[in-house]
């Protein structure tokens, strides 16, 4: 099925029933085959304490969900976005978006303002919604956030996260979701804080990393490979060397006050996306 078509046949709403939980659990399950799937019990409490699950279906068919849950940091109460997943078939065709979008609006009727989750900043796919359409900012990268994973996607590798922030009610993140085309492009003022070089097999490698960069008063741009996945498929020690080299440039800035405000996806056959850093207001 082709994009548009899919979206425009697609349904998407929150569910609460121990049928539709349980519908929930079994797509998680058949998505991540070797990942404990959250507990039906947990979701169940959840939306009845300030959580939500919300399902999208093509039909009757579930395809897919997304599992949120109330946090609070002993300041302020906000949502805790803690897993998505789009059954395999429907993947890469705008669902993600849609159901953020449902979350969005679910989450602003419960009386939030603030939504967090964490993410692999080195999954471009995901720093393209995350960042470039939704709005969310980052200014926290946490390291080997969940230990070591089993599954397909982070298998071998340290599990660092960006833990992002999306003020929903914010004029700038309303904004950016009402012009989805509109994107940042480098300029004269912006600066690269990670160099690389493409090597004879065609992948981007991370050479050199500048953190002397902290009082520049323009932008900064973080190179990133555009295909994670294929990198690590062909070279694990590449793909370590570009998590470590990630890790360096991103936590020495945002200990610096820096914070990722934008994504800038170039062309599809492009080697490498860039993260763009801005200082954060005094």
Avoid at 209 to 226: F, K, R, Y
């Amino acid at each position: 099925m082709q994009s548009r078509q899919l979206l425009e046949s697609l349904t998407i709403r929150l569910l609460n029933t121990h049928e539709e939980l349980v519908a929930v659990k079994e797509l998680e399950e058949m998505i991540w085959a070797s990942d404990d799937p959250v507990p039906l019990h947990q979701t169940m409490t959840a939306v009845k304490h300030g959580g939500m699950v919300i399902g999208a279906f093509v039909g009757e068919r579930l395809i897919g969900f997304q599992y949120s849950f109330a946090g609070f940091d002993g300041e302020k109460a906000y949502l805790c976005s803690h897993t998505m997943g789009i059954h395999p078939e429907y993947q890469k065709g705008g669902v993600g978006e849609k159901i953020k979008l449902a979350q969005q609006k679910a989450a602003i009727e419960k009386g939030y303002d603030l939504v967090l989750w964490t993410y692999d900043p080195l999954e471009t796919v995901n720093g393209n919604l995350n960042i470039r359409k939704l709005g969310a900012v980052c200014s926290t990268y946490i390291q080997n956030c969940y230990g070591e994973l089993p599954d397909i996607l982070n298998a071998g590798l340290p599990s660092d996260r960006f833990q992002v922030e999306w003020w929903i009610r914010r004029p700038g993140v309303i904004e950016k979701l009402a012009n989805p085309q509109k994107k940042r492009e480098m300029d004269a003022h912006t600066k690269s804080a990670l160099h690389f070089e493409i090597n004879q097999q065609g992948d981007p490698e991370p050479q050199s990393i500048d953190l002397t960069q902290e009082q520049h008063d323009g932008p900064l741009v973080i190179a990133v490979p555009s295909a994670f996945q294929d990198v690590k498929a062909r070279n694990y020690d590449l793909a370590l060397r570009w998590r470590m080299a990630t890790r360096g440039v991103f936590k020495h800035y945002f200990q610096n006050d820096w914070v990722v405000c934008d994504f800038i996806k170039g062309d599809p056959t492009q080697p490498v996306h860039y993260y763009l850093m801005e200082k954060k207001p005094r």
